[in-house]
């Protein structure tokens, strides 16, 4: 099994900044992509931020320039670095990763999430 836990929530005015963890543990044995999302009230989840093993990143355009995203594969570790909050960044957000475990099977699992609130 693979467990993620997410980190760094919380409730920021706008034009702010924070950053989101999400740590990684389990039964690894290597991560093809890692990626967060986020889902506001009454809104279907959205996928925000992504990054491959091979460093290539993609962000969704309404973050584009004011998020970033991270990995640091030797402690299985993700983040997400959001700058210039808005209100409508306002949503619960999940850490998801795929990859292989040590049996060989392929894994997708969901941090539980963490609230980002941004106030105007």
């Known amino acids: 099994q693979v467990q993620l836990v997410e980190s760094g929530g919380g409730l920021v005015q706008a034009g702010g900044s924070l950053r989101l963890s999400c740590a990684a543990s389990?039964?690894?044995?290597?991560?093809?992509?890692m990626e967060w999302y986020r889902q506001a009230p009454g809104k279907q989840r959205e996928s925000v931020a992504t990054?491959?093993?091979?460093?290539?990143?993609n962000y969704a355009d309404s973050v584009k320039g004011r998020f970033t995203i991270s990995s640091d594969n030797a402690k299985n570790m993700l983040y997400l670095q959001m700058n210039s909050l808005k209100p409508e960044d306002t949503a619960v957000y999940y850490c998801?990763?795929?990859?292989?475990?040590?049996?060989?099977?392929?894994?997708?699992?969901w941090g539980q999430g963490t609230q980002v609130t941004v106030s105007s």
């Open positions: 998801s990763v795929a990859g292989t475990t040590v049996w060989s099977t392929a894994f997708r699992s």
């Open positions: 389990g039964s690894i044995f290597s991560i093809n992509v």
């Open positions: 990054i491959r093993s091979d460093g290539i990143t």
